[in-house]
C-alpha cells in the first residue's frame, strides 16, 4: 500500500481481556518500530524488528505485551489482560533502509481504551 | 522514562506572532528530528539536523541544532493556523537508530 496501515483503528476492550493490534507496514520496508503514545504526550519506544527478527524489545512495559513479524511484513502487537494503564494510541513506524531516521512513515495508529 | 524535555508543554497564541519551541536533553544524539502530529494520525517529519550549530529553514519555520548536539529548537515566524497541531522533537541514537522522542508542545494557533 501507499502508507503503513494499521487496524483497527479504535479498540475498546474490557480490563483483562486480550487485544491484538496489526501493522501493515510499506511493502519491501525492512525496518518497524512499535511506539505507544499517552494523550498529549511524546511516543515511547516499545520493539524494533529488522525483517522477522526482533532486535530490541527493551520498552515492552511488561510480560503482557509481545510482538511479532512471522514473515518479515505484517506485524501484531498483542496485549495479554489489558489493565486501565495501557489505554494510549499504539503507533506503528517502517523504513525501506536499515535504521535510516529520514525514512520512517508512520501510520495513523490504534487507540486502545481499556475500560 | 523521556529523555527529552520539550517547553512550553501548550502555547496559544494569534495568528500571525512568533513562537519558539525548545527541545533539551542531557545526551548526545547523533541526529534530531522534528515531526508534526495532527489529532487522530501518526507524526510526520519537518526537518532532521544532523551537524552541531546546524541552522535548517522551512518557509515560516527555522531549525537550530544546538552544538554540542544535545538540545534544539524550532521557531516559527507569523503563525498561521494551519500550524495547530502537535511538536515533536526526537533524538536519534542506539544501534537500531530508534527514535527516543521529547515530551511533545501542543501548539494552537488561534484566528
Known amino acids: 500500500g501507499a502508507g503503513v496501515s494499521q487496524s483497527p483503528r479504535y479498540k475498546v476492550a474490557k480490563r483483562g481481556q486480550d487485544v491484538a493490534l496489526r501493522c501493515d507496514p510499506i511493502s519491501g520496508h525492512v525496518s518497524l518500530f512499535w511506539y505507544q503514545q499517552a494523550l498529549g504526550q511524546g511516543p515511547e519506544f516499545l520493539t524494533y524488528?529488522?525483517?522477522?527478527?526482533?532486535?530490541?524489545k527493551s520498552g515492552l512495559p511488561s510480560d503482557r505485551f509481545f510482538a511479532e513479524r512471522p514473515e518479515g511484513s505484517v506485524s501484531t502487537l498483542k496485549i495479554q489482560r489489558t489493565q486501565q494503564e495501557d489505554s494510549a494510541v499504539y503507533l506503528c513506524?517502517?523504513?525501506?533502509?536499515?535504521?535510516?531516521?529520514?525514512?520512517?512513515?508512520f501510520g495513523s495508529g490504534t487507540r486502545l481504551t481499556v475500560v | 522514562t523521556q529523555l527529552l524535555e520539550q517547553s512550553p508543554q501548550f502555547l496559544s497564541i494569534q495568528e500571525g506572532e512568533n513562537l519558539t519551541v525548545y527541545c533539551n536533553s542531557s545526551?548526545?544524539?547523533?541526529?534530531l528530528q522534528w515531526y508534526r502530529q495532527e489529532p487522530g494520525e501518526g507524526p510526520v517529519l519537518l526537518v532532521t539536523?544532523?551537524?552541531?550549530?546546524e541552522v535548517k529553514k522551512l518557509k515560516r519555520l527555522t531549525f537550530q541544532f544546538g552544538d554540542a548536539r544535545k538540545d534544539s529548537s524550532l521557531h516559527i515566524t507569523a503563525a498561521q493556523t494551519g500550524d495547530t497541531g502537535l511538536y515533536l522533537c526526537a533524538g536519534v541514537g542506539g544501534a537500531t537508530n530508534k527514535l527516543i522522542f521529547g515530551t511533545g508542545t501542543l501548539l494552537a494557533v488561534q484566528p
Open positions: 513506524a517502517s523504513s525501506l533502509v536499515w535504521g535510516h531516521p529520514d525514512g520512517y512513515t
Open positions: 545526551s548526545v544524539f547523533s541526529s
Open positions: 524488528f529488522q525483517n522477522e527478527a526482533q532486535l530490541d
Open positions: 539536523v544532523v551537524t552541531g550549530g
